[in-house]
């Protein structure tokens, strides 16, 4: 059974920084891509960053380019989200996910984290 647990969530005034993670634990023997999405009330989730495990390629929404970077430590089946210059529209739940997730016994297409509040106040 793998599992992603998030960490690094919390309140932080506009401009401020945050930094998220997300652990993959587990039986793993590879993981194709991991990223962030976040989920605003009232809204539906979006991607935000993902990355590709093998080659490092990178991929943001418009809306965090310049302000946020993902980055991976593969060793540690571990995906970071460094926010920098948070405004108060980043406010949301953000959710940690990883696709194509081959472990010993089975294979995943996309497994979710249970998320992590972010809010940033003016």
């Known amino acids: 059974q793998v599992q992603l647990v998030e960490s690094g969530g919390g309140l932080v005034q506009s401009g401020g920084s945050l930094r998220l993670s997300c652990a993959a634990s587990?039986?793993?023997?590879?993981?194709?891509?991991m990223g962030w999405f976040r989920q605003a009330p009232g809204r539906e989730r979006e991607l935000v960053a993902t990355v590709i495990t093998f080659n490092g390629r990178t991929n943001y929404a418009d809306s965090v380019k310049g302000r946020f970077t993902i980055s991976r430590d593969n060793a540690k089946n571990t995906v970071y989200l460094q926010m920098n210059n948070l405004k108060p529209e980043d406010t949301a739940v953000y959710y940690c996910n990883a696709d194509e997730v081959i472990t010993t016994s089975q294979r995943y297409l996309r497994l979710w984290g249970q998320g992590t509040l972010v809010t940033v106040s003016l």
């Open positions: 587990g039986s793993i023997f590879s993981i194709n891509s």
